[in-house]
């Protein structure tokens, strides 16, 4: 397993550095001058080519990558153009709160995925059971930023305006203005309440997915003999596919781990923004509409080295489930 996870660490290196420098050019040579947005009109023509000098955007652009490059592999990220700090200063702000909302949304979207999807196969046909279809697969064709804005209606706007429901969730924002001033149980409560909808709106999309898989793969599994030969010795129905079957069919979900990441990572971008979520997703937004070139560099870079890492992290996992895995 060492051997397999060093492998896979080392052939992860070109590519994370392949995606980085692929986003370096794509960046570099979209039309649009940074000065712009930190320089107002009237300034003369030296003070902008003084500000260029100062950013370094007065070399070509492969002398740019290379220093880029050159600095990264030493861990110098650079300097952020629109927040006047060192671009690990601002990720070491933000991409705590990205990593949160995917956490959460990540683990309540397999939580209740896996759990209806059970229920969907153990009841299979039922009228529950196509009662989940219907709506798994409205929230499956659902984008998630449409959610988004028709969450925030429902549970925030009109639930507090119009039905004046005595329970509501902020729409904007990781804490309240009066946040500092609350007990340690206030803040924690002020946090989640802000956490619910962004979360839900990332979660329902992912939850309609993972059930649907998990429901096919616990049909397969429950018509096993293995299965047959449980139930034949009177163990309860609980037993048998909570103990027996559910492990087994939980093989192929574990792979979804990589594959819903990078969906997640980019679901951020949208509901971060929606929400005001002070994340790297929304960070990256403005950096791109400023051309802060050090900025959407790094967040990139960190945004493919997480997914490089969860896809490794799903291998893993597999091989904890299923023991009869053995990567050599």
């Not at 009109?41 to 955007?57: A, C, D, K, S, Y």
């Not at 900025?295 to 997480?306: D, I, N, P, T």
């Amino acid at each position: 397993m060492t051997k397999y996870l060093l492998r896979r660490l080392l052939g992860a290196v070109p590519l994370v550095l392949g995606i980085a420098t692929i986003v370096f050019f794509a960046v570099n040579l979209a039309p649009g001058d940074p000065t712009l947005y930190f320089l107002s009109p009237g300034m003369t023509q030296e003070v902008v080519e003084q500000t260029r000098i100062n950013f370094g955007l007065d070399q070509p652009v492969h002398v740019r990558y290379a220093r880029w490059l050159g600095a990264m592999l030493t861990g110098d990220f650079g300097y952020s153009f629109s927040h006047s700090r060192p671009v690990l200063d601002v990720l070491a702000d933000f991409l705590p709160n990205t990593l949160l909302l995917s956490a959460c949304a990540l683990g309540v979207a397999f939580f209740f995925g896996i759990l209806v999807g059970t229920y969907q196969a153990v009841r299979q046909y039922s009228l529950s059971d196509s009662a989940f279809s219907v709506v798994l697969l409205f929230f499956y064709s659902m984008p998630s930023f449409w959610l988004a804005l028709m969450l925030i209606l429902t549970l925030s706007l009109f639930a507090r305006n119009v039905w004046e429901w005595p329970i509501w969730f902020p729409a904007s924002g990781m804490t309240s203005t009066e946040y500092d001033f609350l007990s340690f149980g206030g803040q924690v409560r002020d946090r989640i309440a802000h956490l619910v909808l962004p979360t839900l709106s990332l979660a329902l999309v992912l939850t309609a997915g993972i059930a649907r898989y998990m429901r096919g793969s616990m049909l397969e599994v429950i018509r096993q003999d293995y299965v047959r030969t449980a139930r034949a010795k009177g163990l309860s129905e609980r037993v048998v596919v909570f103990k027996h079957a559910l492990r087994n069919a939980l093989l192929p979900i574990i792979t979804l781990v990589g594959l819903y990441i990078p969906v997640l990572f980019g679901g951020t971008v949208f509901i971060e923004t929606i929400f005001a979520w002070p994340g790297m997703g929304r960070t990256i937004v403005e950096a791109i509409n400023t051309r802060d070139y050090p900025l959407v560099m790094a967040g990139s870079f960190f945004f493919a080295s997480m997914v490089v890492a969860a896809n490794l992290i799903a291998d893993v996992l597999y091989a904890v489930v299923d023991p009869r895995i053995r990567y050599e």
